[in-house]
């Protein structure tokens, strides 16, 4: 099974989760719960926030290309049209033997 992918988030998505923690009056763990982020992830953020060097983070990474940003969208499409179909399998499969004759 492949690890979860390295997330690359926006300067702004940077700012506004740290002032939602600091700021919002929301806990730590509830914001990256809201976010989908690991805790740890948003704690180092908050930390590096208090230091002054939020800003400073990601600026070593290339932002991503067109054809990058489609390939990521189109992977996330295959993972959703994948569930959904194995949801109506399992549910074909239910209601194909709730059909059947004397299995009730």
Known sequence: MKGIPQGR????????AVKM???G????????????LPPST???????HKSGKLGDIGKT????TGIEMELARVKKELVEARMERDLLKKAAAYF???SLPGTR
């Open 42 to 48: 948003l704690g180092n953020w908050v930390k590096v």
């Open 61 to 64: 990474q290339r932002p991503l």
């Open 96 to 98: 194909a033997k709730e």
């Open 25 to 36: 009056g929301i806990s730590l763990p509830e914001a990256a719960r809201r976010l989908s």
């Open 21 to 23: 923690v600091l700021d």
């Open 9 to 16: 988030y926006t300067k702004e998505f940077r700012e506004e």
